[in-house]
């Protein structure tokens, strides 16, 4: 594109606030056209601009970095998609990021986003295939780019339309500014305010198809959705998220009516122990952030979901104690946090950390001895640690006798 065109293309945006949804008949679905999209060099730059932002909240640590469990997102999405992947030609490819909000989305280059919250909350891979096809149907029917040049959300035309003009830019000068896609804030804009009605509920039924095709059971999907309701402590706008997606009990009350329809079922559900086991990293990024946000009835329910498949890994149980001790700082009951150091150092003698706290929590209750016992398997096993010489403080202080725990 040369100069002309984009200012061309620039004069255009004023069209472009007089389309509405009657945009989606205008553009075919991927599948239908295959490598033919993007059809435009404006299409082709948004899908620049999402790669752009995926690649940029990969480099900040944002997205966890565990090639295993992304692979095994891309096999669902890929078995979702089925001969779709070679007509298109695509290749599918999935971030996981570390929010604990239960949510999904889609470039529109098909990269999914998986928020470790929704992994979390999910039971079994038929869940999250149902959501995973949703996702696809959006990408497949090019919900993303529509959506910005539609007028039926202002938002997310202003958003738009800041691509097209960073497209336009990018065009004339050959690089491309990230900088100008304010910090991705067009996907956070399409997930927490979402597609139009028509659009969630587009996707919501192809997904179901995808979903079935794919060997799934079908009603799974309502389970999968119910989980997508907005929690009470969720520390989010709650008057602006999802306010322009179909509410949760008409999705799943048409949901229900879709499933009705379909004449030959599929019934697999796999075991919710298998899916436990792929993504527990996930789930304890998860409780971990929950805890940050002081949600302790989530994570104590993710971590207890995960101690019951993974008993012989300490880890759990660790993150358990920590639970207790951020949740019970001064007590009373200290059983429950010192029961769960113990199961961890159970699950594994050489898990140094679970030594050291379990000797911070006696030390709190004032029981010499049994500190004195946990803080010097903490150095025996860690010391070179960057706390061994506090420890050791405590450890000496403990041994004297000549203060009492409770005064430090």
Not at 46 to 58: C, D, L, Q, S
Not at 157 to 186: D, F, P, S
Not at 226 to 250: F, T
Request: proline content about 5%; aromatic content about 8%; hydrophobic content about 40%.
């Amino acid at each position: 594109m040369n100069r002309s065109s984009s200012l061309h293309l620039l004069c255009a945006i004023p069209f472009l606030l007089a389309c509405n949804l009657a945009l989606a008949a205008r553009y075919k679905p991927i599948n239908e056209i295959p490598q033919s999209v993007p059809e435009t060099q404006e299409e082709k730059q948004i899908w620049e601009i999402g790669r752009a932002h995926h690649t940029k909240v990969k480099e900040t640590g944002e997205a966890m970095d565990d090639p295993e469990m992304e692979q095994s997102l891309e096999a669902v999405a890929s078995r979702l998609l089925g001969d779709m992947v070679q007509i298109i030609g695509m290749e599918v490819n999935v971030i996981i990021f570390k929010d604990p909000s239960v949510n999904a989305w889609v470039y529109p280059d098909g990269t999914i986003a998986v928020q470790t919250g929704l992994l979390a909350e999910l039971e079994n891979e038929a869940q999250l295939a149902a959501i995973l096809g949703h996702e696809i149907s959006h990408f497949l029917n090019r919900h993303a780019y529509i959506q910005i040049k539609s007028k039926q959300k202002q938002s997310a035309v202003g958003k738009g339309l800041g691509l097209i003009a960073t497209a336009a830019l990018a065009a004339k000068t050959g690089t491309l500014n990230t900088g100008l896609m304010g910090a991705g804030q067009v996907w956070t804009d399409l997930v927490t305010s979402g597609y139009s009605r028509k659009l969630e509920t587009k996707a919501d039924e192809q997904g179901l198809q995808l979903l079935n095709a794919a060997g799934y059971a079908p009603d799974q999907a309502l389970p999968a959705f119910d989980a997508l309701r907005i929690k009470e402590d969720d520390q989010v706008n709650i008057g602006k998220i999802w306010s322009s997606h179909p509410d949760i009990d008409s999705r799943l009350k048409n949901l229900k009516r879709q499933i009705k329809k379909i004449k030959n079922k599929s019934t697999e559900i796999p075991p919710t122990e298998d899916y436990i086991r792929t993504y527990g990293k996930a789930m304890l990024v998860d409780a971990q952030l929950d805890l940050q946000r002081q949600r302790y009835k989530r994570a104590h329910k993710t971590l207890n979901r995960y101690t019951n498949v993974i008993p012989d890994e300490p880890i759990g149980y660790f993150f358990t104690g920590e639970a207790y001790r951020k949740q019970y700082p001064e007590g009373p009951d200290f059983g429950p946090r010192i029961s769960a150091y113990q199961s961890a150092i159970a699950a594994d003698s050489e898990f140094a950390m679970a030594y050291k706290e379990l000797g911070m929590t006696y030390r709190q209750k004032m029981q010499k001895d049994e500190a004195i016992n946990a803080f010097q398997s903490y150095l025996n096993l860690s010391p070179e640690s960057a706390d061994a010489p506090i420890i050791r403080w405590y450890l000496d202080d403990l041994q004297s006798g000549t203060t009492s725990a409770a005064q430090k």
